[in-house]
């Protein structure tokens, strides 16, 4: 009998339906009571495929912020940015959010091009990455019940 295995690791293509929006590839790393995640957008010139390129070739440092889950309801969780950038700082916020959500540790790297926040696209583009998190971590907490 082989022991649990208590980290597992999924890469997702979230296709935004925007076609002025890149496509977002989601890499969720789930351990005990933790998610680490990475969200990037994928290359427009390279075959998407199952998004592993798009991992591989991301960065993790652009802005990457951990966050803990409040310890009483009502309370802000408390969070900290690991490396950040001047040109980002969607990390932080949102890493909060997921960790009030549901409720676990979020360690939450977002390597979203520059390009889009300084043409205003920055703002629907973070959304659209929120969004998809959010989804794909119901999924996953629903196929763990």
Same mark, same amino acid.
């Given at each position: 009998m082989e022991p649990a295995t208590t980290t597992k690791i999924q890469v997702k293509v979230l296709d935004s339906?925007?076609?002025?929006q890149p496509t977002? %590839?989601?890499q969720v790393t789930q351990m005990v009571d933790t998610y680490m995640l990475w969200i990037g957008a994928a290359d427009s010139n390279s075959n998407i495929g199952n998004g592993e390129n798009a991992v591989l070739n991301g960065s993790l440092c652009k802005d990457w912020?951990?966050?803990?889950?409040?310890?009483?309801?009502?309370?802000?969780?408390?969070?900290?940015?690991l490396f950040r950038s001047?040109?980002?700082d969607i990390a932080l916020s949102m890493a909060q959010r997921l960790a009030k959500r549901f409720k676990k540790q979020v360690f939450l790297s977002v390597d979203i091009p520059s390009g889009f926040s300084s043409l205003g696209g920055g703002q629907k583009l973070?959304?659209?990455?929120?969004?998809g998190i %959010?989804?794909?971590l119901k999924e996953?907490?629903?196929?763990t019940i």
């Open positions: 339906g925007d076609p002025s977002l %590839v989601l912020a951990c966050a803990m889950p409040p310890r009483a309801p009502g309370e802000n969780s408390a969070a900290t940015s001047s040109s980002s973070a959304f659209d990455a929120e969004k %959010v989804a794909a996953i907490e629903a196929a």
